[in-house]
């Protein structure tokens, strides 16, 4: 079964540069969640689109913007990066046609030097 | 502001045997509740899930047990097998298709 694709698997960036992560979701999936995974820390939301409206938001940085396409697929925009701003970053994917349950990409692992 | 807690850090089960894993929360209004299977340098992978108006859910070796009053979940695998030696996610979310809350991970390591 098609899965949550992420681009790219690892980038890796400056200081002060601009980073962009994409996400593309399961197919016929609406809703599309960010998440970033700091070093030995749980998986924080970051922020959430469904119908390519932004739903819901948790602790993204101003620097940091997002946005979902007519084809579902969302990307993660990051400017003026910071060391503190290297991690792994999931997107998630679900369907309210279906249950609530979400599935994740294999994530983007975002190193800053 | 830690929500869901998983207190246990870590756990070593033999093959073949059951292993339990819990859960603890916060929000009262948390109403919908997964278990979460991560390898290391992967997304997580979705095990099971419960609705707050059940308080057991079976998958195959999988169970989830729901105790509201007591605001603790437990994932039971039974049995264990090495395959299933990963890190396992407790997640809460409340009202569906919304930010699903994480805790801290319990790392499994099941011994042939």
């Known amino acids: 079964a098609a899965g949550v694709i992420q681009s790219p698997r690892h980038l890796i960036k400056e200081k002060r540069e601009t980073a962009t992560l994409k996400c593309y979701p399961i197919p016929r999936h609406d809703t599309v969640y960010w998440y970033q995974q700091g070093p030995g820390q749980d998986p924080q939301f970051l922020i959430s689109?469904?119908?390519?409206?932004?739903?819901d938001k948790g602790s993204i940085p101003d620097r940091f913007s997002a946005q979902q396409f007519s084809d579902y697929h969302s990307e993660l925009n990051m400017s003026s990066l910071e060391l503190g701003d290297s991690a792994l970053y999931f997107c998630?994917?679900?369907?309210?046609?279906?249950?609530?349950?979400?599935?994740f990409g294999p994530g983007t692992r975002l190193t800053v030097t | 502001d830690q929500q869901v807690k998983q207190n246990s850090p870590s756990l070593s089960v033999q093959e073949g045997r059951i292993s339990i894993l819990n859960c603890d929360y916060t929000?009262?209004?948390?109403?919908?509740f997964l278990w979460y299977k991560k390898y290391p340098a992967e997304g997580p992978t979705f095990l099971i899930s419960i609705s707050s108006i059940k308080d057991k859910n079976e998958d195959g070796r999988f169970t989830v047990f729901l105790n509201k009053s007591a605001k603790h979940l437990s994932l039971h695998i039974v049995p264990s097998q090495p395959g299933d030696s990963a890190v396992y996610f407790c997640a809460a979310s409340h009202g569906g298709y919304q930010k699903v809350t994480f805790g801290t991970g319990t790392k499994l390591q099941v011994i042939p």
């Open positions: 689109f469904y119908e390519k409206m932004q739903s």
């Open positions: 998630a994917s679900s369907s309210r046609q279906g249950a609530y349950e979400q599935y």
């Open positions: 929000n009262s209004m948390f109403d919908y």
